[in-house]
């Protein structure tokens, strides 16, 4: 039987990490007083649910960060905790913690794996609860990929990440739970050794990582393929990452088709398809099965095959070659083959010829990308197409986007609490005009984070959802918390998300 609360508060993708100057959350001080806020109102007689539904901590934005992180992790999360822009963050969930009738849950991200080793998971109930065994026995985890179920009044709901159905970012978990038992019964686990990453490692790793320093929205700015078209078209020697990026989710794919069947609780979207080719039919294996295999394989074969042959990747990557085809013919770069930066350099016209070319690439992004609360993204649908048991409400995370949607079928509401990181939008009307454009060009080359940050293109949301038991009603709302970390119920546009459950 599920646990039940009165209440429960969901918030996702913290993604504590990284250095001063390079890290994406800071808002430490303002989820202290939420945490404070809410332990004043819990009890025995309200018992209360925080859950953070994956990336609370990110291992990949640590300096040296590498696929698989397991050696230093223990070490790396101590130090996350330790640094001051963070510390505030572990002292409001030791006071939420600290009452009775509250119930800390906190969910496997894609960002956070190392988080379920035995000795890492030791650290981190130590670092939020210390040695008090009352405090101890409040926190749970939920790191098997399956998710958090639980009640409030008569509400079902589950919790999960959201890279489950990710291609790019699903993590296999019959190989992370493989490595934990060897290291329970072993004390090391060879199998770590050979750890596949997924192809959204790879990119944080190999190109995010190394390019943020010159080019310091690449962490901010989402969705990730507008980032790396921005990358490409400013720096066209990243190109080359593309076609490690593609050939990275082929094998990705086949890692899926391979994965035994108690393993695809999430992933498969058809159980009539179970025993069959998934994610793009034979078509899709066949190519990836080349990409795997031949590393010369031109990356044309996946963004000019059949539309099942793509993986997803087709429009972005056609898009950043077209551009950089463009300002080839033109003469027109920022940053040498050496890597000197000569954007300083480029006359007015070129500047807006290069703008340009930028401009147009991601016209097509942008404007595919739904800015609506209240609609399903495309990743959110395909998570829910696997939900098949009834909820009131599912939560995820992941995608950074909020959302707020009336389902119906087997699921009544979907809720994506979207980050506490920092977010950096580009929007159709940035895109719609050139004089408005010119101007987003010249922070993004500018390479001055403080000024991007201090732009209209960055917002700080901070968002929770909430799902609460009033007398004999229960309410869904996905708030705000402002800079007081008090709770409001409008979003910064103004807006209101709330509905009455039962």
Known sequence: MEAEFN????????????????????????????????????????????????????????????????????????????????????????????????????????????????????????????NVESRRSRIEFSFDGTGYRFQVGSATALATHGNEVDKSNFTRFDILNQI????????????????????????????????????????????ESVAFLCLVVLAPSNLAMADKFASMVASTALNEQNRPASERRFLELDPADADGPRLGGAELERKANAFVRKENLNVDDLIYGSTDGTLGVSDWIESARTAVTNLADKSIRVVTDTGEWVGNRLSEASKNAHAGALRNALKLL???????????????????????????????????????????????????????????????????????????????????????????????????????????????????VDSKGALCSDDLSGKEFRTTIH
């Not at 509250?102 to 991200?109: M, T």
């Not at 980050?419 to 454009?437: H, K, Q």
Request: charged share 20%; aromatic share 8%.
């Open 180 to 223: 934990i038992r060897e290291i329970q019964l072993d004390g090391v686990s060879p199998v770590a050794a050979s750890w596949k990453p997924s192809a959204g490692t790879v990119f944080v790793i190999d190109a995010v990582n190394k390019l943020k320093k010159q080019f310091p929205f690449v962490d901010l700015l989402k969705p």
């Open 366 to 480: 942008v404007e595919n990308e739904s800015p609506q609360v209240r609609t399903a993204g495309e990743a959110d649908l395909d998570l829910l197409k696997i939900v098949k048991r009834n909820y009131n409400v599912v939560f995820a995370g992941h995608t950074h986007a909020r959302r707020f949607c009336a389902v119906g079928t087997n699921i009544g509401h979907f809720v994506n609490t979207g980050t506490w990181a920092g977010l950096m939008s580009i929007r159709a009307e940035d895109v719609s005009n050139s004089n408005r454009f010119r101007k987003i060009y010249d922070l993004l080359i500018g390479g001055n984070r403080n000024d991007l940050v201090g732009s209209s293109m960055f917002s700080n949301e901070c968002p929770v959802a909430r799902l609460e038991r009033v007398q004999d009603k229960v309410t869904l709302d996905l708030l705000r």
């Open 7 to 130: 209440r429960a508060f969901v918030v996702s993708d913290l993604h504590l990490g990284g250095v001063a100057g390079f890290q994406m959350f800071s808002a430490g001080q303002q989820f202290k007083k939420l945490c404070g806020n809410i332990a004043e109102s819990t009890n025995n007689d309200n018992p209360t649910l925080l859950l953070i539904n994956g990336d609370f901590v990110d291992f990949l934005a640590e300096p040296g960060a590498t696929y698989w992180n397991g050696s230093p992790a223990t070490w790396l999360l101590a130090n996350i905790a330790g640094r001051s822009e963070f510390k505030p963050v572990f002292e409001g969930l030791e006071k939420f913690v600290s009452k009775p009738g509250s119930r800390l849950v906190i969910v496997l991200g894609n960002h956070d794996l190392e988080l379920s080793l035995p000795d890492v998971k030791t650290k981190l109930v130590e670092l939020i609860a210390g």
